[in-house]
Each structure stands twice: as structure tokens, then as C-alpha cells.
T-cell receptor, first 114, second 119 residues
Framework: AQTVTQSQPEMSVQEAETVTLSCTYDTSESDYYLFWYKQPPSRQMILVIRQEAYKQQNATENRFSVNFQKAAKSFSLKISDSQLGDAAMYFCAYLTGTASKLTFGTGTRLQVTL | GAVVSQHPSWVICKSGTSVKIECRSLDFQATTMFWYRQFPKQSLMLMATSNEGSKATYEQGVEKDKFLINHASLTLSTLTVTSAHPEDSSFYIC???????????????FGNGTRLTVT
């Protein structure tokens, strides 16, 4: 079974600074997809960024980018120019290409300070 | 963008009663919907996969007779918590994937969740 590990329960970053959230996963498959979701206090799940495993290029979405290391099974999220609105729980998620089920990591709570 | 509506957003019920939670895809069709449960400060745990027109697929450890899932149309799935007990109190979230040609790897669209409190 696939597992997703987020080793940082909590992180803190100052406004306008950069922070990196870690995620590792375990799988024997070669075809899969990785996602970062944000869950603010409203508890709405919001897609931040996605990465296809077959793509070597790291995905970017405005201030959000990933460092995808397939061999190391690592998928970290970098948030640049952090804003107060970035404060939330961040979940790393893995989607198998066959079973179509999304497996979530344990989450990292990000605080953004002034 | 794709919208998933979940209702109710919160519900309080007495122990022993049943509660139905609805999940609707408003602007797209979904043959598959997913039901998650989230305890406070914890991650989302997949409970079951709801398949339109067929039986739901439950994850290991989830009681299918307690958590009844019905997916009668391409836009509606319901989760009924039967004979609810205080330990069933939790946050339940549904999600759906757009029924597009390459939908299997498209992002899930999530409902806003339902906070269930059983007294």
C-alpha cells in the first residue's frame, strides 16, 4: 500500500519569506500523481499544485513550486513571498494511476507571522 | 471551476438516530465520488468510494452497514450514518472527479464538509 509521510507537524514563516514543506512517499508504481492541498480554518480543501510522475520538470503555480525527486520519492512544496492568507494545514497527497484513490499525508500546519 | 456541494454543513443528532449527508456535483458529472472522514487535527481518511449505479467500495475497517452509501445519479451521492453514536462524531468530506476523458488523474473537487456531532 502507498504511504505518504509529512515529517513536519508544524512550520512557521515570516511574511514575505520563503518556506519549504516536506513530503515523502512510498510506492512501487511508476505511474502516479502527486498533489499539495491546502485546508484553511474553513476546512475547505483547496488544490495548490499537482505533479505528474512522468514529468521531470517541477511544477510551479505563481508563488508555489515543488521539488520533485522521483528516485528519492520526495515531493516538497516551496512557498515564496509568504502571505498571511497562506496560513493553513497543508496536505501532500498521492494518486495511483490505476486505483484512482487519493492517499493523504498527515499534514503540516503552517503559521505565517508578521 | 467545478463545484461540489455538500449538505448539511453541520448537524447535531441524538445517539441511535440516523443522519444523511448529501454530496452533489453542481456543474459536472461524476461516476465516482469519495467519502472521507477527518478527526480534529488529523488527516483525511478515505472511507469509501461511491460508484454510480453500483455498490460502494469500502476501505478496510469501515463498517458498510453503518455507513450506507448510495450513488443514484451522476451528480449525487449520499452517506447515511445509521444508529449514530458519539464516536461517530467527526468531520465528513466528500469529493468528486470530473467525468472527462482524462478524468482519472484530474484533481478531486471537494465539498465543504459536514461536521457531525452525536450527543
Amino acid at each position: 500500500a502507498q504511504t505518504v509521510t509529512q515529517s513536519q507537524p508544524e512550520m512557521s514563516v515570516q511574511e514575505a519569506e520563503t518556506v519549504t514543506l516536506s513530503c515523502t512517499y512510498d510506492t512501487s508504481e511508476s505511474d502516479y500523481y502527486l498533489f499539495w492541498y491546502k485546508q484553511p480554518p474553513s476546512r475547505q480543501m483547496i488544490l495548490v499544485i499537482r505533479q505528474e510522475a512522468y514529468k521531470q520538470q517541477n511544477a510551479t503555480e505563481n508563488r508555489f513550486s515543488v521539488n520533485f525527486q522521483k528516485a528519492a520519492k520526495s515531493f516538497s512544496l516551496k512557498i515564496s513571498d509568504s502571505q498571511l492568507g497562506d496560513a493553513a494545514m497543508y496536505f501532500c497527497a498521492y494518486l495511483t494511476g490505476t486505483a484512482s484513490k487519493l492517499t493523504f499525508g498527515t499534514g503540516t500546519r503552517l503559521q505565517v507571522t508578521l | 471551476g467545478a463545484v461540489v456541494s455538500q449538505h448539511p454543513s453541520w448537524v447535531i443528532c441524538k445517539s441511535g438516530t440516523s443522519v444523511k449527508i448529501e454530496c452533489r456535483s453542481l456543474d459536472f458529472q461524476a461516476t465516482t465520488m469519495f467519502w472521507y472522514r477527518q478527526f480534529p487535527k488529523q488527516s483525511l481518511m478515505l472511507m469509501a468510494t461511491s460508484n454510480e449505479g453500483s455498490k460502494a467500495t469500502y476501505e478496510q475497517g469501515v463498517e458498510k452497514d453503518k455507513f450506507l452509501i448510495n450513488h443514484a445519479s451522476l451528480t449525487l451521492s449520499t452517506l447515511t450514518v445509521t444508529s449514530a453514536h458519539p464516536e461517530d462524531s467527526s468531520f465528513y468530506i466528500c469529493s468528486a472527479r470530473d467525468l472527462g476523458p482524462s478524468s482519472y488523474n484530474s484533481p478531486l473537487h471537494f465539498g465543504n464538509g459536514t461536521r457531525l456531532t452525536v450527543t
